[in-house]
Every structure is written in structure tokens, then in C-alpha cells.
């Protein structure tokens, strides 16, 4: 394997301080497919340039490529040389044409990077060093071109031929051969290169852009999917307009296309005019997909939109500036996605995710900056600090500069900066430029790893109030001693007795590493609001008590602030109950009771409310993690939640039982709140509940309620379980989507027994490694089920192993991603670290590891 990485190879780190401008450059490229899947013909015309005066020779980067040919100016060359994968073609003048060709094999292409076959059709995936795969080039992001690419191929096997750009021509040939030519008029780097052959149909559509041209839209998949494709065709017309309205965005090609396969190693890619979609984020219908599943087609649709002006017109100067595309595209799906339904509920649902997913990463022995410093395999920093910590940077910039400032330097940066490869200094310079303000400092986000802590402490002196704020930002790998950061905290205060504001909210920047503010002539005893809306992704720790918790959850204005109140109050009772074995519950079961009550507040945002923090989340507050304490803390307090509010449960989940499916943000919210109280209602040991599952699960109208009474039979003890799991499998027996979700929902199960199923499951016939879908639907999902993964005897962790080690050897990227959970050993008790370190040094010493798992794993040790 190319890339293999033997214990006696040095890895090979790139540095991001050794960036250097290429060479060469490749203004113009052409490239002929002769496609087929077991012997693919690949023709490369580049024209190339010296790019300043030096006599460096030409070096294409290639990876597993044997060159059958190369041409210097029309003319055999035979002075070319290999240095590794890389060929390396000594030339003497300003500029040449350089041709090679060579063969590949997409259908033996395990790693699904470069030109690979997924269910009969043939399509690539380049980002972020996969067009190397594909034929001998300068594969890196600051090498702009402009591609005319030909295909030809079987007919009747692959009727449709697609490439970037606009299509051009196309014509039959002898032998039922046909052929297409696409030209993309924008300079682009190689990563954002994508072909697709195969027997495909288009659910079309048209956008007419804000300057009246009329855009042809197109969502391809295989003919029975078609019925499946209205929901994302939808999300794309939404999004075409959301980005010219807010960021003054328009499309610049003809045509735009989407294509969905089911092989994928991450969600999808935003090629130029012809993004390549995990078929999880197109196909929906109500049978088959969930709410989550419909929110999340929407998002990922928007998202690579997105990316024709965050990551394509203006693209990455090397590979360090990721979050440059990516963290400023989150944050622009999320505004996107916050204006189609509740702000609010999608602020606490990317909260949730950043701090089961980020937070866990910025605290353990992967932590990097949002713009790393250096790296072994890039794959492995599309990371949730690169997008989720990266959108967060762009979001405090957002509210530091107020709405139009913030839109007048984003005007800036997409104007000065089109058409070019640029750096996260850019971006924030034009914030600066824009927005009039100096960012010196808040640079450090860019630069520091590690989740910053603040702690607020409001005291009273009769009618004065002093809130002090203190700042610490942890150690992080390679990071000992922090700088203080600049933290944008909005605050408020209310007043304890009346409920009332006693001031505006104010927008707060920490510079310091500590700083007092004063509040004066306060009519009553004030209760603190702080960091409304996560206006800064950091910890807070108050000195706030129980009740103040519960009356900010009942009162605040702002819902996101009500919501971590809750939060707040529900993991201080249970890091309590986890110290001392038990207990009290009251607090939260009088806030819950309000909140569920109240008949202002919206059936999601209760929804939201009322869950309980994962288990994860209560192991992230404690020193050292208790997985079995966590769990029984956590159960003890749902079943008293479910006893002691039976009547509101009943209530809530009655009143949310919706007739005929609809997706509207009222539908969605009955539907979440109505599983949310079936499971406290199950937790309760209700004698009925399970009967409520079955019927729910049997008459369900929608895959929400269906897999949500699933889920809720397969934590629980009825024998309805098995029968649920088995009518559940059959019905959907020849949908891979909804299959994963079968093997999702089992892998997540609080119940004792999920280890034994689990290693059964991996032997089930429908298991399979090769469908990156299926994989992480068993192992990652298992690997975050935190009662079920750090199982005391380690079997867990050794299953999770034994099933990445086979994984590297089809598929690295996919093997390395799922690592991380085992990493985690320092957090936990001396037996399982030693469990957990044990198998990773069982990773590291594997033959033929990939650089990708050696890079984790090895990080992971340290
Ligand atoms: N740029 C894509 C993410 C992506 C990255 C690498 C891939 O290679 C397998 C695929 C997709 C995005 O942000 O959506
Ligand atoms: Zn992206």
C-alpha cells in the first residue's frame, strides 16, 4: 500500500511554517477518461509554467501511479525520474505542455479516495489528496486550473457522464462506447476535481439568480431513489436564495448537479457544479427518514452550496487554513438553518454537538488549534475543532462586529479575495477592515488549542452587584502555557424576586485573565445570565445555587440561556449523586415540572429541555470517569422524573400525538417531545409503557416515531424488543440507510447486554466494513455509548480494535476517524487506561499500518 506506515519509517510531518509557493504552476489542464472499472485509462495535458526564476524541475505528486507515458512538448520524454510516488520531469524553459497517461482500477479503490465504484457507478472523491489517485499533478490546494475534461465509456453501463463546469459535447461511438466533454470556466485546485459515470436519473429543477440568470438544477441518483430526492432539491432552491440575500451570493455556472452514492467517507463534497453526496444526506421520505435525518439533508445541501464562494471561488492557500473554508461554511449553514425553523432549538442542537464532540477533542491528546501548526496525514484533521470550534471563531467575529459591519467585511474578503488561494490572516483581516476593529488579539483562537474555562462570581453588597470573571485556557499537547484569549460573554441580569431585568444585556469582552464589573442601584437581589446564546465557546463555572438555576430556567428571556440553566442544574444534581452514591432530585423535577408546563414555550424547545446530559457529558465534569456510577445516577434520577411528573409525561405525550405526517418545525416539535415523554414514561416503569412503545412503534405513519419507540423498546427489558428489532429488519431489509439505523439503535443501548449483541451484530450478514455508513454505524456508535464501550473486563475495547485494524486495511481514513474513543485512557480509572492504552499499542504495532491510524494512534499514547 502506498502510504503504509512501518514501525521502521519515520513519519513524514509537514509543517506549516515551511510553506513555500510551487514552482510551477498549471493554468490550464485537459484530461481524457477512458473509463472502465477494472482498467481505467487516465490522459493528462497540463500547461505549465515556472512560477519565478529558480530551476527547480517539474514534480507531479502521484500515489500508486506508474507512469505509461510522458511527453514534453508533444515529444517521449525519457529524462523523467520517480522519487517515491512523486514523478519528477527536469525541464528548461518558462513553459511546456506535459502529457502522461496512466491506468487505474476503480473498482479495486477500497479507500474510496480518487476514482472509485460505489453500487455500479463510477465517481471521484479528490479532497483533500485524492486527485493524485488519478493521474500525476501538483496536488495542492494553491495550484489553480481551468479543466476541460473528456469521458468515454460504456453506454448502456453508464448512460450519464458528468464533470465540473458546463457540459460541452458529446456523441456515440462504435462498440456501444459514448462520450461527454464538460469545461469548467473557473480556475480551481485539483481537490475540487469530480467526474461521476453511471445509469443515473436527474429529479430537475431551476433557480432564476438575483441577476436573472436561470441556473439548471439537477439531484442524480439510481432510478428507485428518485421519489426520494424532492427534499434535497428544495434545501438547494433555499439555499441558493438564503446566500444571495444575506451574503449577497449568487451562482455563477449554468448548471448545478448533485450526485448521491452510497459509499462515502465523510458526509459529502463540494466539487465545482457537481457536489458528490453520501446518499444519507439526499434520500428522504417519511418511511425512511427521520426529522434529524430531513434537518441534516438540508444542512449538508446548504453546506456545499455554501462552499462555491467559502471554499471554491475563494479556496485554501495549503492545507493548514481548513477552518478558513470549513469553519466559516459551518457557521454559515448554521445561520441558514437557525432562519429556516427555531433559532433557538438549533443554537441548543449545535451546542449539544460541539460539546459531545469538540470539547472531548480539545481536551484530550488529539487537541490541535483551529489552524494546526503541523500534521502527519491530513485526513485526519477534518476534525470537529477545524468545522464546529472553527464556526464558533467565525461566530464571536459575527457578534463582536453587530450584523453590518460583519456583512461589510465579509463583501470585503469575497471581493478582495476571488479567484485566489488565501489564508486565515486574510479572513481576519478583512473582519478588521471591515468591521473597523482590531483583532490583534482575538487571533489567538486561530493559534491556541484547548477549551478556555471561565469562572463568574456575582457578590452583593445592598444595592451593588461586583461580577468578577477569571480566564484559564488548559494545557494542550505541544501547548504547556496559554495567552489569555478574548472571550465575547453577553450578560444580563434578572431580578430573584420579580423576574424582571435589572439591566440590558452587555456584551462583555474577557481580555484579561481576570476583570470586575460593577452594577449599581439594583432594587433587588440579582441572579446572573452569562453567556446567552454561547456567545463564546468556553466552560463556565458560577457560583450560582440550585435555585437560582431553576428560576433562570423558568425566567430567562433568552431561550438558549433558559435551556443551559436547566442543563446546569441537572449535571450539578448528578455529579452530586455520582460523589455520594444518591441524590436529591427535587430541584430538577420542579424545574422539569415548570418547564414542561409552561404554555409559552414551544413543544421542541421543551423537548430539548427537559432530556437529561448524555452520560458522556456527566464523565466530562469528573476527574475521573465513572461509567457505571454515571449510568445509575443518571437512571435513578430519569425514573423519579418519570414517577414523580406521571401526569405531565401523560400529558405531554398525548398532547403531541399529530395525525398524518408533516414536516413543519410544529410537527417536528410534537413528534420529539412525544418520544422524549415516552421515555421518561418507560423510565417510570409504567405498566403500560411498553405497550405504548409497540403501538406507537406499529402505527407509526414516519421513521421519527418509529425508530424512536424502537429505541425505547431496545433499552428496555420487554420481549416486544426483539419483536420490534425483527419486524423492523424485515420491513426494511433492502434499504442500507435504514439497516444502519437497525444496527445504530442497538449499538446505543443502555441496556447491560449491548457489548455480547454487539459482537454479534459484527457477524451478522448485513455487516460489512467496506460501506463506511455501516461501519460507524455499528463501531461508532458502540465506541460513544460509554456505559456499553468502557465495559470493565475491556472486551469493549478490544472489539473496537480488532474491528479498526481490519478496517485500516481497506479503508484508513474511515479506520483512523473511529480511533479517538480509545484515545481517551487518561480520563479513566487505572485499569481500564491500561486496557485502553494496551490496545493501542496493538494499533501502533500492526504491519502495514497506514499513516493515517499511526498518526492517531500514536498520538493517542503520548
Ligand atoms: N469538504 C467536505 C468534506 C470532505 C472532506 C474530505 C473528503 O474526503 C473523503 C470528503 C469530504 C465538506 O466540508 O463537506
Ligand atoms: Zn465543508
Known amino acids: 500500500m502506498a502510504d503504509a506506515q512501518t514501525a521502521t519509517q519515520a513519519p513524514v510531518v509537514t509543517r506549516r511554517e515551511d510553506y513555500r509557493e510551487p514552482d510551477w504552476r498549471v493554468p490550464e489542464i485537459a484530461l481524457d477518461f477512458d473509463l472502465d472499472p477494472a482498467a481505467t485509462r487516465v490522459h493528462a495535458t497540463l500547461q505549465v509554467e515556472r512560477n519565478g526564476s529558480h530551476d527547480a524541475p517539474l514534480r507531479l505528486a502521484g500515489d500508486g501511479l506508474l507512469a505509461l507515458v510522458v511527453r514534453v512538448d508533444g515529444v517521449v520524454a525519457e529524462d523523467w525520474t520517480m522519487d517515491g510516488d512523486d514523478l519528477v520531469v527536469p525541464l528548461s524553459g518558462a513553459a511546456h505542455t506535459i502529457e502522461t497517461e496512466v491506468e487505474i482500477a476503480p473498482e479495486r479503490n477500497t479507500q474510496l479516495m480518487g476514482l472509485y465504484a460505489s453500487g455500479g457507478i463510477l465517481c471521484t472523491q479528490c479532497e483533500a489528496e485524492g486527485f493524485r489517485r488519478i493521474t500525476f499533478f501538483p496536488d495542492r490546494p494553491d495550484v489553480l486550473s481551468k479543466y476541460k475534461v473528456k469521458m468515454t465509456a460504456d453506454k448502456a453501463r453508464f448512460p450519464v457522464l458528468l464533470a465540473n463546469g458546463d457540459p460541452i459535447a458529446q456523441g456515440d461511438l462504435d462498440g456501444g462506447k459514448h462520450w461527454a466533454e464538460w469545461h469548467d470556466p473557473f480556475p480551481k485546485p485539483s481537490y475540487l476535481f469530480a467526474i461521476v459515470a453511471g445509469d443515473l436519473v436527474a429529479n430537475r429543477g431551476s433557480f432564476m439568480t438575483m441577476s436573472g440568470r436561470e441556473v439548471q438544477l439537477g439531484i442524480w441518483v439510481r432510478l428507485p431513489d428518485l421519489p426520494k430526492t424532492d427534499h434535497a432539491l428544495h434545501a438547494l432552491k433555499l439555499s441558493m436564495a438564503w446566500d444571495e440575500k444575506v451574503y449577497g451570493r449568487e451562482y455563477d455556472l449554468d448548471v448545478f448537479n448533485i450526485v448521491a452514492v452510497d459509499d462515502f467517507n465523510f458526509g459529502a463534497m463540494e466539487n465545482k457544479g457537481l457536489n458528490v453526496f453520501n446518499s444519507r444526506y439526499i434520500l428522504a421520505d417519511p418511511d425512511t427518514a427521520t426529522d434529524y435525518d430531513y434537518d441534516a439533508i438540508a444542512a449538508v445541501v446548504a453546506h456545499e452550496y455554501f462552499h462555491n464562494w467559502s471554499g471554491n471561488r475563494i479556496t485554501c492557500r495549503d492545507w493548514f487554513q481548513l477552518s478558513l473554508k470549513e469553519g466559516f461554511t459551518v457557521f454559515r449553514d448554521q445561520s441558514f438553518s437557525a432562519d429556516q425553523g427555531s433559532a433557538a432549538v438549533k443554537r441548543i442542537e449545535d451546542v449539544r454537538g460541539l460539546r459531545a464532540s469538540q470539547f472531548p477533542e480539545d481536551a484530550g491528546p488529539l487537541a490541535h488549534p483551529v489552524r494546526p501548526d503541523e500534521y502527519i496525514e491530513i485526513s485526519n484533521f477534518y476534525t470537529a475543532t477545524i468545522y464546529n470550534k472553527g464556526a464558533e471563531v467565525i461566530r464571536m467575529m459575527a457578534t463582536i462586529l453587530g450584523p453590518e459591519k460583519f456583512r461589510a467585511a465579509t463583501d470585503l474578503y469575497f471581493d478582495r479575495f476571488d479567484g485566489t488561494a488565501a489564508t486565515c490572516e486574510d479572513f481576519v483581516q478583512s473582519m478588521e477592515q471591515g468591521g473597523g476593529v482590531d483583532l490583534t488579539q482575538f487571533r489567538r483562537w486561530y493559534s491556541q488549542a484547548g477549551t478556555p474555562r471561565v469562572s463568574a462570581t456575582l457578590t452583593q453588597e445592598g444595592g451593588r452587584a461586583r461580577l468578577t470573571l477569571r480566564q484559564v485556557v488548559p494545557p494542550t499537547p505541544g501547548q504547556p502555557v496559554k495567552e489569555p484569549m478574548v472571550l465575547p460573554l453577553k450578560v444580563k441580569l434578572f431580578g430573584a424576586v420579580t423576574g424582571r431585568a435589572l439591566?440590558?444585556?452587555?456584551?462583555?469582552?474577557?481580555?484579561?485573565?481576570?476583570?470586575?464589573?460593577?452594577?449599581?442601584?439594583?432594587?433587588?437581589?440579582?441572579?446572573?445570565?452569562?453567556?446567552?446564546?454561547?456567545?463564546?465557546?468556553?466552560?463556565?463555572?458560577?457560583?450560582?445555587?440550585?435555585?437560582?438555576?431553576?428560576?433562570?430556567?423558568?425566567?430567562?428571556?433568552?431561550?438558549?440561556?433558559?435551556?443551559?440553566?436547566?442543563?446546569?442544574?441537572?449535571?450539578?444534581?448528578?455529579?452530586?449523586?455520582?460523589?455520594?452514591?444518591?441524590?436529591?432530585?427535587?430541584?430538577?423535577?420542579?424545574?422539569?415540572?415548570?418547564?414542561?408546563?409552561?404554555?409559552?414555550?414551544?413543544?421542541?424547545?421543551?423537548?430539548?429541555?427537559?432530556?437529561?446530559?448524555?452520560?458522556?457529558?456527566?464523565?466530562?465534569?469528573?476527574?475521573?470517569?465513572?461509567?457505571?456510577?454515571?449510568?445509575?445516577?443518571?437512571?435513578?434520577?430519569?425514573?423519579?422524573?418519570?414517577?414523580?411528573?406521571?401526569?405531565?409525561?401523560?400529558?405531554?405525550?398525548?398532547?403531541?400525538?399529530?395525525?398524518?405526517?408533516?414536516?413543519?418545525?410544529?410537527?417536528?416539535?410534537?413528534?420529539?417531545?412525544?418520544?422524549?415523554?415516552?421515555?421518561?414514561?418507560?423510565?417510570?416503569?409504567?405498566?403500560?409503557?411498553?405497550?405504548?412503545?409497540?403501538?406507537?412503534?406499529?402505527?407509526?405513519?414516519?421513521?421519527?416515531?418509529?425508530?424512536?419507540?424502537?429505541?425505547?423498546?431496545?433499552?428496555?427489558a420487554s420481549p416486544l424488543r426483539e419483536e420490534a428489532l425483527e419486524a423492523f429488519y424485515t420491513r426494511y431489509q433492502g434499504n442500507g440507510l435504514v439497516l444502519d439505523k437497525w444496527f445504530q439503535t442497538q449499538a446505543l443501548s443502555s441496556r447491560e447486554d449491548t457489548l455480547d449483541r454487539v459482537e454479534r451484530l459484527a457477524a451478522h450478514p448485513d455487516f460489512t466494513l467496506s460501506n463506511p455508513n455501516r461501519a460507524r454505524s455499528l463501531i461508532g456508535a458502540f465506541s460513544v455509548n460509554q456505559r456499553a464501550f468502557h465495559d470493565v473486563s475491556g472486551r469493549g475495547y478490544r472489539f473496537v480494535a480488532d474491528q479498526l485494524i481490519a478496517l485500516d486495511k481497506l479503508n484508513p481514513q474511515t479506520a483512523a476517524k473511529l480511533l479517538p474513543p480509545l484515545g481517551r485512557w487518561k480520563r479513566f480509572d487505572e485499569g481500564r487506561a491500561a486496557k485502553m492504552r494496551a490496545e493501542l499499542e496493538r494499533i501502533v504495532a500492526t504491519p502495514e499500518l497506514s499513516k493515517d491510524m499511526f498518526e492517531q494512534a500514536s498520538k493517542s499514547l503520548d
Open 503 to 716: 439591566c440590558d444585556e452587555q456584551l462583555v469582552l474577557l481580555k484579561d485573565e481576570s476583570h470586575e464589573i460593577l452594577f449599581e442601584n439594583l432594587p433587588e437581589t440579582p441572579v446572573l445570565s452569562i453567556n446567552r446564546g454561547f456567545s463564546a465557546p468556553v466552560v463556565v463555572e458560577t457560583n450560582r445555587t440550585a435555585k437560582d438555576l431553576a428560576f433562570l430556567s423558568a425566567h430567562d428571556d433568552d431561550p438558549f440561556a433558559r435551556y443551559e440553566a436547566m442543563q446546569q442544574l441537572m449535571l450539578d444534581t448528578l455529579v452530586t449523586s455520582v460523589a455520594n452514591g444518591t441524590g436529591d432530585h427535587q430541584a430538577v423535577i420542579d424545574a422539569v415540572r415548570n418547564t414542561l408546563t409552561d404554555a409559552n414555550l414551544d413543544r421542541a424547545f421543551i423537548a430539548e429541555a427537559v432530556l437529561l446530559p448524555s452520560d458522556s457529558f456527566i464523565g466530562d465534569q469528573m476527574t475521573v470517569v465513572e461509567p457505571e456510577a454515571i449510568f445509575r445516577a443518571r437512571e435513578a434520577l430519569r425514573q423519579d422524573l418519570g414517577k414523580a411528573l406521571a401526569t405531565e409525561w401523560r400529558a405531554a405525550y398525548e398532547g403531541s400525538l399529530a395525525n398524518r405526517f408533516e414536516y413543519s418545525p410544529a410537527a417536528k416539535g410534537a413528534r420529539r417531545l412525544k418520544t422524549v415523554a415516552l421515555g421518561y414514561i418507560a423510565a417510570s416503569g409504567a405498566a403500560d409503557a411498553d405497550g405504548l412503545a409497540f403501538d406507537q412503534f406499529r402505527g407509526a405513519d414516519n421513521m421519527t416515531d418509529r425508530q424512536g419507540a424502537m429505541t425505547t423498546l431496545v433499552n428496555g
